[in-house]
Every structure is written in C-alpha cells, then in structure tokens.
C-alpha cells in the first residue's frame, strides 16, 4: 500500500461540507422540546386538577362532540374525554419511564458486559439478543397477559423484555470499538480496572448515542402501551390510559369520529414530540453518525 | 484546445483557487502538481463542471471553442465520458461495487453513442484489452471487488478511453496503487496517449510520478500557479521556490531516473519518441 | 448463492427453537397456575389437581416441552382447555389471512419506499424533499389502530367505499377478498413505509456522496439518471440489512390490525386466547408468529445476497 494518502478522502470532504449549514441548528429538538413540554405539563397538571371529573358521569351530554366545554368532547356516558386524556397520560407516561429506565439500565449494562468480554461471549450475545429482538413486545405481553393476567405489569416486563437486548445492541458495537483503542489499552496496562475504564473512557463517549436511543425508546414504549391498552391487554379499569379511551372509541366510529381522532392524534403528537427530540439530539451531537440512521 | 482564464474558485467569499491562464495542447501531456490543498483537483474537477454546488466559479473554461464555466448540465453531460474523461484517485471506490465490470466500462459507449448493445460488449473486450487486462471475455461478468487495484484503475482507463476522448484527465491515478502496478499504469497512460493523440492532464502530488509521463508541467501551491514550463527546464532549472522545495522534499526525484529507464522515456518532449 | 440460503435457513431454524424454548418458559414461569386461574382460588386443591392433569400440566417442563414440540412437528396439539377447538386445525385455517396481510405489506412497501425514498433524497435541498420527510416523520408517529381507525372513517364510515370488517377466503371469492384486505394492508404498509421512507433517504444521500457516483457523473450521466441507475441498488442494500429489525414491528402491527378489522387471522385468535388463558394456543401461535418474522428476516437475508454481490463471494470462498 502506498505509504501516503495526503488527499482528503473525497466524499468526506463532500459529507462535511453538505453537514455544515445543518449542524448549526436542529429545529427538531426544538418542536421536540415544544411538543413533549406540552405532553409533560399536561400529566403533571392533571394531578391537580383536570377541567371535569374523568369519571364523573354526565347522561345529559353524552357524546356531544367537541365544543368550548368539552374541549374533545365526551364519550358514551357524558365524561369529558379532554380530562380522561389528561388522567390516562399519567399511566402511560409511567408505563414509558419504567419500562425505558429498565431497559436502558439493564440494556447498558449487558452491552458493556459483552463488550468488554472476548470472541466467544461475545458471539454468544449476539445469539442471544438476536432472539431478544425478533421478538416483538406485543407478542410478549400476550404470553404473559396469559398466566399473569392483563395489566400494567405485563406491559412493563414485556416492554423491558424487548428494550433491554435492542439497547444492549445499540452499545456494543461503539462500546467495542472505543475498548479497542490504543489509548484505552495504554491505561489497561497502567493496572486501571476495567470498571475503571469502562466509566471514565466509554460511558462519556457513548452518553450521547444512549441518549438518542433513549428518546426513540421512549416514543417506542408510549406506542406499545397504547396498542397493548387498545387491545385491552393493558392497564385494566379503574386506571385509565390512552389506548383505553381509544378501545372504547372504536364500537362508536361512525357516530362520533371525534372519540377516536382526537385521542388518537394526542398520541401522535406525544410520540412525535420524543421522536423529534431523539432525531434532533442526534443531529446535534454526532453530524456524521445521524446520516446513518438509528434503530 | 482547452484554455483556462481569469479563473477563480470560491467559497463564502474565500477564495480557493486563482489561475490566471492555464492551455493544453491537442496531444499534450500537462502534468498538475502541488501537494494536498494546492486546489489542482478542484481545478480540473471544475473543467468537468463536477464540483459540490456550493463552491462559487469565475472566469472562463473554453474546451474545443465552448465556453464551459456557466454551462447548463445537459450540455456538460454530453461532453463528459465523450470529448472529456476522467481517472479518479481511488479505484475501488469510483467503481459500482454492484454492477459488473463490462457494463460499467460500457456506460459511456451506452451514453453518447448509437452503437448496439453487442456491437458495445464487443467494443468493450476490445478496450479491456487495450489496457492489457487479463481474459477480459471472463472479466466482462466479474465485480470490482473480484479485481486488484491496478486492474481496477486499467478498468478505469478503459472506461475513460471507450469514446476516444481527446481530453483525459488523470487525478492522481497511482496514488493509491503499490509502487510495483504504478510503472504499469503510467506506462499505459502513457501508451494511450500516443497512440490515440489524446491529452493528458495528470494531477499528482508527486512529482516523480508527474514527470515521467508529462511534456509540460504546472506547479501549484495555495491555489494558484507558481510555475509552469517544459518538464526538463522545471525538473534541471525550476526558477520558483516553492518548485525547488518541491524537487528537494521530493523522495521519489532520484527514482525518476530508475524510472524513466523503465518506461523507456526521458523528459518526453515531442510525440514520436 | 445457495451456500447463503442453506446457513440462513439452518440459523433461522435453530433460532425458532431457541425462541420456542424461551416462550415456553416465559409462560411456565411467570404469573399463575392455570388451574387457579381458571377455577378460581376458592377451588378445592382435588378440583385443581384434576384439572392440571387432564391438561397436562403436572408433568415435569421437559415432557411438556417435548409433547409440545413434538406436536407441533407431527401436527397435533390437541384440543383448547375449552374444547372449542382443535388447536392446529384452527392455526392452519387463521394462516392465509395473516400471512396475505404480512408478505402484503411487506412485498407492497419495499418499492414504495424506494420510490418515495429516491425522491424525497434527490430533492433534499428543496423543500418538496424535507416535506416528504416530514410526512414521514409523522407517520413514524401514528399508532397502528389509530390509522386503521382513521382509514376506516374516511373510506368505510365517510365514502363507504371500503369494507371495516369481514373476511371472505381469497379462494372462494377473490373480488371481496381482495376489497376486505385493502384497508388492513394499507394500514399496515403504511407504517412500516414511513420507516422504510426515511431510511431510504438517508441511505441514498449517503450514496450520493460516494466516489463511484462522481464517476458517473463524469461519463456523462444527468444526476437523476446516475442516481437511480447506480445509486438505488447501492441504497437498497442498507435498507434491507437492517429493516429486518423493522420486521417485528410490523407483525406486532399485524396483530393490531387483524384486531381492528376483526380478520380471522392469527393475530386475532393470539388475543382471545390470551384473554381466556389458552396456554397452549397462545404458545404455539406465539412459536408460528415467531416463524413468520424470522421467514421475513431469510427474505430480508436473501434480498442481500442477490443485492451486493460481495456477500455471495465471501460465503463462497469460505
């Protein structure tokens, strides 16, 4: 090979030069940021107060369509749909953070553990995630909504069960490759613990890819409850959650299509919001490595 | 035949390169060199109309009476691949790495000729011979991935040559490639520009390489040219510093020698040697 | 080529079993005792422990495990705990729903996806190009029933062109066959494209950037011709590679669909038999869901094979 390559590889001159005008600023993270801050303060407020009793029953108005009282109508019985939207808010947003915060912990940790282990755990892993992703939280929550019941808990494990080997995944490859450098084996042989290492050296430059794929995680797992709810193997009465309002939509499609549109495009802007906040940060924090698109 | 004037490149108002005037001959061997940064490769990219859209053009291009700065795209792309061709640095790169060979060198035959699609897979073998690839009837079905560097860069060449260009523009074409397949690919340039009476433009960092197969050099630094002339008076007499600089950091200058003994040339300064 | 088939055949069997034994355990071992669950905790321990063995269930894992596996290679699994039905009968039957939606939206949003994705790449500095993105942004967003329910309000409720529910096998009658199937495959196709979409896009930017498409350029081709007759394979490559992660998702959608728009199909007896606690069914429908993603994920392999010809060499020469 010939000893020197002093052209700069063309196509990254180009890459580079395309990338500089969108780096500077991310309008994502910023509508992100808009719509999820509107989503959050809605769940908190709903702790205090939400414009009618969710469950307060109102024969007179039933399925009135949207009006200045009723900002999304109600539904069959006279409830207000704008405060069992505020209320169901609080169970999915819960059902999100548990589900993220484990597997975003377990997820870490098992990718940093393969990582840092040799060829054989390592192919072993990739064995045994493989099978970890292949199958789809939806599937998992019907198995377990079998001998444990529908409810929250089932939509939670089965949520973990899959975002737990997709993190690990996410990790491993970057993981591997900052272990990999010389400078990383330079401190090994200075007698630095692995544990060491692996916090100072690794975590800090994978903080930023864990981060993106937490907000994408966390679009992921608002959608899977929702489904998993519609489908009526969610969080189970009196707790009330979005894909709830929308199963009882559904029987009253023709009569009041706002029962369904209006949850239903909350939801979009809910999921939408952490998309955007994930596709924002990874414009922001890696130019080159958001060409390449997250999972 | 090609005349380069009042040229400028630039950027959000930097200027990156700056030549005042800059022919080549029908036939000639100009050689561009400078090292990385000097702006030859944006140069002759922009004699093709080839670079990023951001870059700002100035002045004037003329090839064969046409003005080429401004052009529209539709008449650029006929002259491209027909009138004009161009080598890249990397070969395993600049190839489709999903279409096979023969197809590939046949593209430009394809583009800007009427020709049948077997009298095309014939006249492609023919040029895969030309440029001494091996059983090229086998190498027709082959991937660029199956081939070494330098018969990649000979796929290259073949493609380059396919409509018998009179312009060829070589950007640093061995750069890339062992030292031991360079002699063989300058040899074939070389042997192609001869025999078809095709110009050559050949960029390179390195001045050896240059040498060996240039009538006439252009010595760039910082985007503009600081000397030009016979390859003999640059190479025995350079008047520029930075042209003596060049010879003096220069590894391969004693090579050239070696060199030119196996390609059989020294300094060549007329056709017919 | 072959050589590519027969590994990722080999590895996609060997991952069903290993799914296989990870479903059974998840319901072995989690939650309750079917018995109890099913007669209640006032039963009488005699009540119980009859019933757990006419079901089965008192005998180690590994016989249960083996008579199921077995089963399902020989093709009996006998009866739901309800009776109602035969269990492998059933499966058999709710298949060509289920796979008529799944291989249809996956066959229908891989080309759309191309074509939309090519599009949106080459007009990435207008703004018809990030207005695509956008739109697919969007529908990244949208749950799988709430669009179901929307196509349902504007094409069955609002022009009543569509039918919302009902299934009618392609064999007996293929023309409402295929009318009670468009809303269910457009549902689902539609999600997985706005995936597909974007990474598309980014993919052929990418492409577009790369040294072989100056070459092009530089023979004379215009930037749209080079782009698809050069770029749109090289783009496809990572699409395929790693869509088959996108893969589950979409059954997972399939699921919902087939919920929404009451299809006979698998999807839909995995929900009712959760609900009633039919451990067998909800196992083996679970193992051929399972089969159907990793089926996709060979297609998905093999699409990569016959796509870049430098993975069939590297298998060969091994």
């Excluded at chain 1, 690794?202 to 519609?230: D, R, Y």
């Excluded at chain 2, 790495?97 to 197809?103: A, F, V």
Aim: aromatic content about 8%.
């Amino acid at each position: 090979m010939s000893e020197s390559n002093p052209t700069v590889n063309a196509k990254q001159t180009r890459t580079a030069l395309a990338n500089r005008s969108g780096a500077t600023k991310s309008p994502q993270l910023i509508l992100g940021i808009i719509l999820t801050g509107f989503v959050v303060a809605i769940t908190i407020i709903s702790f205090f107060w939400t414009p009618y009793d969710p469950v307060g029953i109102d024969v007179e108005s039933r399925l009135t369509p949207p009006n200045l009282s009723h900002w999304f109508g109600t539904d069959r019985l006279g409830r207000d749909l704008f405060s069992q939207i505020m209320v169901g808010s609080q169970n999915t947003l819960y059902v999100a953070l548990v589900s993220t915060g484990v597997g975003l912990l377990l997820g870490t940790s098992l990718g940093l553990a393969a990582a840092g282990s040799g060829q054989r755990w390592g192919a072993v892993f990739t064995r045994i995630s493989d099978i970890g992703i292949a199958l789809p939280s939806i599937l998992i929550a019907l198995v377990l909504a079998t001998t444990l019941g529908p409810g929250r808990l089932s939509v939670i494990v089965a949520i973990s069960f899959w975002f737990v080997p997709v993190t690990a995944r996410v990790v491993v490859g970057p993981a591997r490759q900052i272990l990999a450098l010389d400078f990383v084996e330079a401190a090994m042989t200075h007698g630095r613990s692995r544990l060491y290492i692996v916090f100072r050296q690794v975590v800090p430059n994978i903080g930023p890819i864990v981060i993106v794929q937490t907000s994408m995680m966390f679009a992921a797992a608002i959608l899977i409850e929702a489904s998993l709810s519609f489908l009526g193997v969610g969080a189970q009465p009196p707790t009330t959650s979005w894909g709830k309002i929308m199963m009882d939509s559904q029987p009253l499609v023709q009569q009041a299509p706002y029962y369904s549109l209006l949850p239903g495009a909350f939801i979009v802007i809910t999921v939408l919001g952490f998309n955007l906040i994930g596709d924002g940060l990874a414009v922001l924090l890696d130019p080159q490595q958001s060409k390449k698109g997250v999972v | 035949m090609l005349e380069i004037k009042n040229f400028r490149i630039s950027i959000a108002g930097k200027t990156l390169v700056k030549i005042n005037h800059l022919a080549a001959e029908p036939g000639e061997r100009l050689g561009l060199v400078g090292e990385s940064g000097s702006g030859k490769t944006l140069t002759v990219l922009s004699i093709l109309g080839l670079l990023p859209s951001m870059m700002d053009v100035e002045g004037s291009i003329i090839f064969d009476g046409k003005e080429l700065v401004g052009s529209p795209e539709n008449v650029l792309a006929k002259i491209r691949g027909r009138d004009i061709a161009m080598v890249f640095q990397d070969p395993s790169r600049s190839l489709n790495p999903t279409m096979k060979i023969g197809r590939q060198v046949g593209e430009t035959l394809h583009l800007h000729t009427d020709l049948s699609k077997s009298a095309i897979k014939q006249k492609v073998i023919e040029l895969m011979k030309s440029v001494q690839l091996p059983d090229p009837e086998k190498l027709y079905t082959r991937y660029p991935h199956e081939l070494s560097g330098g018969q990649q860069q000979r796929v290259m060449i073949a493609m380059a040559i396919a409509c018998k260009p009179k312009l060829l523009i070589a950007d640093e074409p061995t750069t890339a490639l062992d030292v031991t397949v360079q002699q063989g690919i300058l040899k074939l340039i070389l042997q192609l520009s001869k025999e078809n009476d095709m110009a050559v433009i050949f960029v390179s960092h390195n001045l050896g390489v240059v040498q060996a197969v240039s009538e006439r050099i252009a010595v760039m630094n910082s985007g503009e040219i600081v000397e030009i002339g016979p390859t003999s008076t640059i190479l025995d007499s350079p008047s520029a510093t930075y042209t003596k600089e060049l010879i003096g950091a220069n590894p391969s200058i004693p090579d050239a020698q070696e060199l030119n003994r196996l390609l059989g040339t020294r300094f060549p300064t007329d056709r017919g040697d | 080529m072959f050589r590519v088939f027969i590994k990722s055949f080999a590895l996609m069997v060997v991952s069903a079993l290993s799914g296989s034994v990870v479903i059974f355990i998840l319901l072995r071992s989690v939650g309750g005792d079917i018995a109890t669950v099913m007669l209640g905790t006032k039963a009488t321990p005699e009540a119980l422990a009859s019933l757990r063995e006419s079901f089965g269930l008192n005998r180690s894992w590994f016989e249960q495990y083996g008579s199921w596996i077995s089963g399902v290679f020989s093709g009996n699994l006998g009866e739901a705990y309800s009776k109602q039905y035969v269990i492998s009968t059933e499966i058999v039957q709710r298949l060509e729903p289920t796979l008529i939606l799944t291989f249809g939206s996956l066959f229908i949003s891989i080309p759309v996806a191309l074509a939309i994705g090519v599009y949106s790449a080459m007009n990435f500095q207008r703004w018809r190009g990030a207005a695509v993105d956008g739109i697919a942004q969007v529908g990244l967003a949208i749950p799988q029933f709430f669009l179901a329910l929307v196509l349902v309000i504007v094409f069955a409720v609002h022009f009543g062109w569509l039918p919302a529910t009902g299934y009618v096998s392609i064999f007996t009658e293929p023309g409402t066959a295929i009318r009670s199937m468009v809303l269910p495959i457009a549902t689902l196709s539609l999600g997985i494209t706005a995936v597909f979409t974007r990474f598309v896009r980014t993919s052929m930017i990418e492409q577009m950037n790369e040294d072989y498409m100056r070459t092009a350029k530089a023979k004379g081709y215009t930037v749209r011709s080079a782009a698809i007759i050069h770029g749109l394979r090289n783009a496809a490559i990572p699409l395929v590679t790693t869509g088959a992660l996108q893969i589950g998702a979409l059954i997972a959608g399939s699921v919902v669909v087939e919920n929404v728009f009451t299809l006979p199909g698998i999807g839909r007896l995995l929900l009712t038999s959760a609900l009633t606690r039919e451990a067998i069914t909800v196992q083996s429908l679970s193992l051929v869901i399972l089969i159907i993603i990793l089926s996709m994920n060979l297609f998905m392999d093999l699409l990569y094979g016959i796509l870049d010809p430098r993975i069939r060499h590297k298998e060969s020469r091994k």
